[in-house]
């Protein structure tokens, strides 16, 4: 463990280094005239790197391994730039590829890069990852006793893969317990939550989508046409933990609700601009309808969001989405390693990289924790368990598209809540904020 996290230490002040060094010639090189030496100088960049490295080599207070500094910045590199990207070496690589489209089970776990580790966007519903109370924010350290630190993210996915019945396991760095805990999961079939419906008080019709894997977008479709046939005259879209499916999902379950304007744009340096825009034909219904959001709100479901937001045709109430909407793809390299990284970026009808800025809700409140108290092994402790309490999110998602509550009230000192413009970049103080 100690050389672990000195190594660890090691690449992230090698990183650190780097991007000071590099970010000083940037700075330099964008205030000097025309003729100085371009921005986009890779090689006097890399010239920066090498010196560092050798630097470290000669200067370290001990011989270091140039080779775990060198795969620690690499994969630093990348998590700078993207926290979904990998760097699979070659031997990584042709197992990534062998097993990339073989059906196993798995864990339930829907993951990103954060601080060099492995992170939790969510948890699945009903998986064996959720029933050990694993959730948004945690951090796995180690899988199999092997240190997450500088892991590519499509290696760790594989780790967690394998035959249904066989545990695996994986040390958790919780937000409720600072202290690394050692949980056994036992891998399983897991499936994606199917879309449910239901009609409230008041004639609100309540859509919870949970996935937007496979042909789920078209189950949203004939639930929301289930709940108009019921009479609903007002609707709630809860995408709350809904990150699966492929990102352009979340068009099709924006233009339900809207019959012009641009839903999205995808667009890269290598990648043509690419615009999402609304069918007329597959508008649905053109009522009430306010949007709830939490922080393991990702992917399609955030396009879906910041789309309907920003074209005003909804107020989102929650928290703030993940980031997480991009086109990745492989790169093979020379070596037989590759690399796996986004190309291009969806982005809202405003013009906001939602990878970059994710989506900020107009009404912005926390969720309220409904989990126990854990102890050192990560079991809930008897008698930790909360009483059941409202779900502060769809009372007031509710209380907003039926008239109860408007956003003048929320605006109101007080009020607990922080309501904002989705056409600024920055959240509002209520009394600054325009009428809307």
């Avoid at 009808?349 to 912005?364: C, E, S």
Wanted: aromatic share 6%.
């Amino acid at each position: 463990m100690y050389n672990r996290l000195k190594w660890s230490i090691v690449g992230t002040s090698t990183l650190l280094v780097v991007g000071l060094l590099v970010g000083a010639i940037y700075g330099r090189t964008a205030s000097a005239s025309s003729t100085s030496t371009p921005n986009d100088d890779v090689y006097g960049h890399l010239r920066v790197y090498s010196e560092v490295l050798q630097r470290i080599k000669l200067e370290y207070v001990e011989d270091p391994d140039m080779k775990s500094v060198t795969l620690g910045a690499i994969n630093g590199l990348l998590e700078s730039v993207d926290p979904f990207a990998s760097y699979l070496n070659a031997d990584q690589y042709k197992q990534y590829m062998k097993n990339k489209d073989s059906a196993k089970a798995d864990v339930g776990l829907i993951l990103a890069k954060k601080f060099g580790y492995i992170s939790v966007i969510d948890a699945l519903p009903n998986s064996p990852a959720m029933k050990a109370n694993i959730t948004a924010g945690d951090l796995i350290e180690t899988i199999n006793g092997v240190a997450t630190r500088d892991m590519p993210l499509a290696y760790a996915e594989q780790l967690l893969a394998g035959d249904a019945g066989t545990n695996i396991e994986v040390t958790v760095l919780r937000m409720r317990n600072p202290d690394p805990q050692k949980v056994t999961l036992t891998r399983a079939a897991v499936a994606y939550p199917d879309v449910t419906a239901k009609m409230l008080p008041n004639e609100v019709g309540y859509l919870k989508v949970e996935s937007l894997e496979g042909n789920r977008p078209a189950e949203v479709k004939s639930k929301l046409q289930g709940l108009l046939k019921q009479g609903a005259k007002y609707v709630v879209l809860d995408l709350r933990h809904c990150a699966t499916g492929d990102p352009q999902s979340g068009v099709p379950v924006a233009n339900l609700f809207v019959d012009k304007g641009d839903i999205t744009y995808a667009k890269g340096q290598k990648y043509d601009k690419t615009d999402f825009e609304a069918k007329p034909e597959a508008d649905v219904y053109n009522g009430p309808l306010v949007v709830i959001t939490n922080r393991a709100t990702a992917g399609g479901a955030e396009i879906a969001a910041a789309g309907l937001m920003e074209l005003k045709r909804a107020q989102v109430v929650g928290e703030r989405t993940f980031g997480d909407a991009g086109v990745r793809r492989t790169v093979q390299m020379e070596d037989g390693a590759a690399v796996i990284l986004s190309v291009a970026k969806y982005y809202s009808p405003n013009g906001k990289a939602i990878q970059d800025t994710q989506v900020i809700p107009t009404v912005q409140m926390n969720e309220n924790d409904n989990s126990p108290e854990l102890d050192q092994d990560g079991n809930p402790i008897p008698g930790t368990e909360p009483k059941t309490v409202e779900d502060n999110l769809l009372k007031q998602a509710v209380d907003l598209v039926t008239g109860k509550t408007s956003l003048a009230d929320l605006r109101k000192p007080n009020s607990g809540v922080i309501v904002r413009d989705p056409s600024k970049a920055i959240d509002i103080p209520p009394d600054q904020e325009e009428n809307q």
